[in-house]
C-alpha cells in the first residue's frame, strides 16, 4: 500500500527541521525520512546550476528509500531548482516558495510584501515571481539577510547582539511600509521574534514551514495517498556530515524527535565495491 510508505524532506542542512516539526504537528500519522545535506551547506550562496545538481542528488538518495511524496524543505532549492525536480520525477513533489507566497497573497492588505531569504533565494526573484503570477498589482520587496542562517545554527535567537542585526536587516523593509513579511528561508522561524520586533505588531510574518505543512495535507487526501492510523510513526534522519552536530543543535529546532541521525555519502551508492576502491 502506497499510503503506508514514507514522506521524504530533504534541506541543505538542519533549517528543514522547522517543516518536519510542522509536518508532525499536521500529520501526525506520518512516517518521515529526512535527509540533510550538512556536508555541503549552505546552499544559499551557490549557483543555480550547483544547487541544482545536489538537490537531484539527495533526490535520488531518497527515492531509494520508496518515498510517496517529497518536500523540497529548503527555499534555495524550491526557488532554484523545483520544475528541475518535478520534470524528473513521477511522485508529488513540494517545495516551500508556492504555500509561502499564496499565503502571503491571502494575508496583504496594503499589497505590499516583503520577502526575507538566502542570497540565492533573493537574487533568483522567484518569490516576487511567483506572487506577481497570482495576483499582478501586488508590490514586492526582497532581502537577502546571510547572517541569520549563523546565528540560528549558534543557537543566538534573541537578545541585544540578535536583534541588532535583525533590525538592522530590516531596517529597509520598515521604510518600504510592508505589512506582510514571508520568512523565506528555513532558519528565519526561530528569529520570529527578534523580527516581529524589528517591524512592530502590524506586519504579518509568513511562516513558509506551516504553509507547506498545509499543502502536503491537501496534496496527499487529493492523490489518495494520506495514511489513515500508525501507531508508532518512525521519523528516520540522514545527514551528509556531523551526525552529533545535527542532534544536538536540532533540538533547538523540535526538541527530542531526533533519536538516531545517520551518516550517508551523496551522491550514494547503495551497494559500494571494495574491489573499486
Ligand atoms: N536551507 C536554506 C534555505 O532555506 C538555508 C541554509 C542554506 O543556505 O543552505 O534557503
Not at 505543512?213 to 540522514?238: H, Y
Request: aromatic fraction near 6%; charge should be neutral; charged fraction near 25%.
Amino acid at each position: 500500500m502506497k499510503n503506508n510508505f514514507p514522506i521524504g524532506i530533504f534541506d541543505s542542512g538542519i533549517g528543514g527541521l522547522t517543516v518536519v516539526k510542522e509536518v508532525i504537528n499536521i500529520l501526525p500519522q506520518e512516517d518521515i525520512i529526512y535527509l540533510g545535506d550538512t556536508a555541503r551547506v549552505p546552499y544559499g550562496i551557490r549557483s543555480a546550476e550547483t544547487v541544482i545538481r545536489y538537490a537531484i542528488e539527495n533526490t535520488e538518495f531518497l527515492l531509494t528509500k520508496n518515498i510517496k511524496a517529497l518536500v523540497v524543505a529548503c527555499n534555495t532549492v524550491s526557488a532554484v531548482g523545483l520544475e528541475e525536480l518535478k520534470k524528473r520525477i513521477e511522485i508529488p513533489v513540494i517545495g516551500v516558495l508556492e504555500p509561502g507566497a499564496e499565503a502571503a497573497v491571502r494575508a496583504t492588505k496594503n499589497r505590499i510584501i516583503g520577502v526575507i531569504g538566502t542570497e540565492a533565494t533573493i537574487s533568483s526573484s522567484s518569490y516576487k515571481k511567483t506572487i506577481l503570477r497570482i495576483e499582478p498589482d501586488i508590490a514586492v520587496y526582497g532581502k537577502a539577510c546571510p547572517l541569520f542562517v549563523p546565528l540560528v545554527e549558534e543557537g543566538w535567537t534573541e537578545g541585544k547582539i540578535v536583534q541588532s542585526i535583525v533590525d538592522r536587516y530590516l531596517n529597509d523593509m520598515k521604510s518600504r511600509n510592508i505589512d506582510t513579511l514571508v520568512l523565506g528561508c528555513t532558519h528565519y522561524p526561530l528569529l520570529k521574534r527578534a523580527i516581529q520586533q524589528a517591524l512592530g505588531d502590524r506586519v504579518t510574518l509568513i511562516d513558509s514551514a506551516v504553509e507547506t505543512a498545509l499543502t502536503l495535507r491537501n496534496l496527499l487526501i487529493e492523490k489518495g495517498l494520506a495514511r489513515d492510523n500508525n501507531p508508532s510513526p518512525k521519523r528516520i534522519f540522514f545527514v551528509t556530515d556531523a551526525p552529533e552536530r545535527f542532534q544536538r543543535i536540532g533540538m533547538n529546532f523540535i526538541g527530542n524527535v531526533i533519536t538516531e541521525v545517520e551518516k550517508v555519502s551523496i551522491p550514494y551508492r547503495e551497494v559500494v565495491s571494495m574491489d573499486i576502491l
